[in-house]
C-alpha cells in the first residue's frame, strides 16, 4: 500500500512538473496614451503579442498605400490586431496561422483569414500588394521576430479566444488567451 501511494505521489510530481502552458502566462496592458489594449505570453519559446489596431487606423495604412476603397472597406471591417512574434527558445520555433482559431462565446471555433487569402482576393482584383499581413507560416531561429496584422472575422468590439500554436522539435504546444477584445469602432476617450 506504501508503495503504490508512493508511485501516485511521484506519479503527480511529475505530472505537476511538466511545461504548463497556463493562461496565467497572459499579460494584458492598457496603453496609457490611447486606452487601447495589448495581450503578450510570457514564459513560452514563441512569445506572442496582440495589439489592437482602430478600423481608422487600418484605413489611413491601406488608403496610404494608394489601394482601392473596396479593400480599405473590407480590411477594416474585421477585427484588426498588430501581432508580434518572438522566438525566445534556444532553438528554431514554427508557427502556421491556419493552425490558429478564434472561438467566439458561443463556443464556436473559426479560421484566421491568412494573408494568402488576402493576396489572392487581392490579386483577383487585379491589386499586387502584399504588405502589411502576417506571414502564413514561418520558422525563426533563435532571437528571430516578425511581424503584421492578423485579422479576425469579427466587428469592432467584439470578444473572442484566441487558441495559436508553435512547433518546437517536432512537438506542439498550443496556448488560449482569453477574452481578447477587438478594438473599439473609435479611438476611446482620453
Not at 505530472?15 to 505570453?41: F, R, Y
Not at 480590411?75 to 491556419?98: K, Q
Not at 531561429?141 to 492578423?150: A, H, I, L, N
Request: net charge negative; glycine share 8%; charged share 25%.
Amino acid at each position: 500500500m506504501k508503495r503504490c501511494c508512493l508511485q501516485l505521489l511521484v506519479a503527480g510530481l511529475v505530472v505537476l512538473c511538466q511545461p504548463a502552458v497556463a493562461d496565467s502566462n497572459i499579460e494584458k496592458h492598457v496603453n496609457p496614451d490611447t486606452g487601447l489594449l495589448s495581450w503578450q505570453s510570457q514564459g513560452d519559446a514563441l512569445e506572442l503579442e496582440l495589439i489592437q489596431v482602430l478600423p481608422d487606423y487600418v484605413r489611413a495604412v491601406y488608403s496610404s498605400r494608394g489601394l482601392p476603397r473596396e479593400i480599405v472597406d473590407k480590411v477594416s471591417g474585421y477585427c484588426v490586431f498588430g501581432t508580434i512574434l518572438h522566438n525566445r527558445s534556444a532553438g528554431p520555433v514554427a508557427y502556421r496561422v491556419a493552425d490558429w482559431r478564434y472561438i467566439t462565446p458561443d463556443g464556436e471555433r473559426h479560421s484566421i483569414r491568412t494573408k494568402t487569402e488576402w493576396v489572392q482576393e487581392w490579386r483577383d482584383m487585379g491589386v499586387a500588394f502584399r504588405w502589411s499581413m502576417l506571414p502564413d507560416d514561418q520558422v525563426f531561429e533563435v532571437g528571430d521576430w516578425g511581424q503584421g496584422f492578423t485579422t479576425i472575422g469579427l466587428t469592432p468590439g467584439s470578444r473572442f479566444d484566441l487558441e495559436y500554436s508553435w512547433r518546437v522539435n517536432d512537438k506542439t504546444y498550443t496556448r488560449t488567451i482569453e477574452e481578447v477584445e477587438c478594438a473599439p469602432a473609435e479611438a476611446p476617450a482620453r
